[in-house]
């Protein structure tokens, strides 16, 4: 059984730094692995979807990278801001199914 | 653009009532799922579906019940409330397993 483990579980940060979202997986034999935000109240919307046989994928100042053969992936966030508040999970996707990680609240202070 | 609506956004339930959550998708999506989210926790993946007539049982699918009559519509039915089933509940639909999913906001709900 997969098994997602996300560290830190929260993480607080002045406004500009670049930081690192951790998540780590049991199970290798993943078709991708997606990275999501959500917003207080809020459903999750997707930031990232890296192939497993892709190493990394960028959008703006995100920035993921993918490691199948140690279970982790990291999502990179440059020059953060307030606006970037929100918690931020990772999912495997194996067969039809996704398999989440408990999330890590992030908050950016001005 | 709608995309995945979800209603109600909140409902408070009896022990041993009923309900059925409604979730429907504009996007023509086939694929469909329900989870839920304890308070600090991740998604846990409850029934899914591929495609009208077709679903399936996620990791926690005990106590509740789905069906899949339409592309757009897949509803959630609980059948008997129990405490333990309070918790947000979040519907998802994508193109396929390789493509990203599209979340609803929630119906959070709370059985007294």
């Known amino acids: 059984k997969q098994e997602v483990t996300q560290i830190p579980a929260a993480l607080s940060v002045p406004e500009g730094e670049n930081l690192v979202l951790n998540c780590s997986f049991t199970?290798?034999?993943?078709?991708?692995l997606q990275w999501f935000r959500q917003d207080p109240g809020k459903g999750l919307t997707s930031l990232l979807l890296?192939?497993?046989?892709?190493r990394e994928q960028t959008s703006g100042r995100l920035n993921a990278s993918l490691d199948k053969s140690s279970g982790r992936s990291t999502l990179y966030i440059a020059a953060s801001q307030p606006g970037d508040s929100a918690t931020y999970l990772c999912a495997t996707v194996a067969g039809n199914m996704l398999t989440f990680g408990g999330g890590t609240r992030l908050m950016v202070k001005p | 653009n709608a995309g995945v609506t979800q209603t109600p956004k909140f409902r408070i339930l009896k022990i041993g009532q009923s309900m059925t959550l409604q979730c429907t998708q504009d996007?023509?999506?086939?694929?469909m799922y329900w989870y839920r989210q304890d308070p600090g926790m991740g998604l846990k993946l409850i029934y899914y579906s591929v495609g009208a007539g077709i679903t399936d049982k996620g990791e926690v699918p005990n106590g509740y019940n789905v069906s899949r009559s339409t592309t757009e519509d897949f509803p959630l039915r609980l059948e008997l409330a129990a405490p333990s089933q309070t918790s947000v509940y979040f519907c998802?639909?994508?193109?396929?397993?390789?493509?990203?999913?599209?979340f609803g906001d929630g119906t959070r709900l709370s059985i007294l």
């Open positions: 996007m023509n999506h086939n694929y």
């Open positions: 998802a639909s994508t193109h396929g397993s390789n493509q990203p999913q599209h």
């Open positions: 199970d290798s034999a993943i078709y991708n």
């Open positions: 890296i192939q497993s046989s892709q």
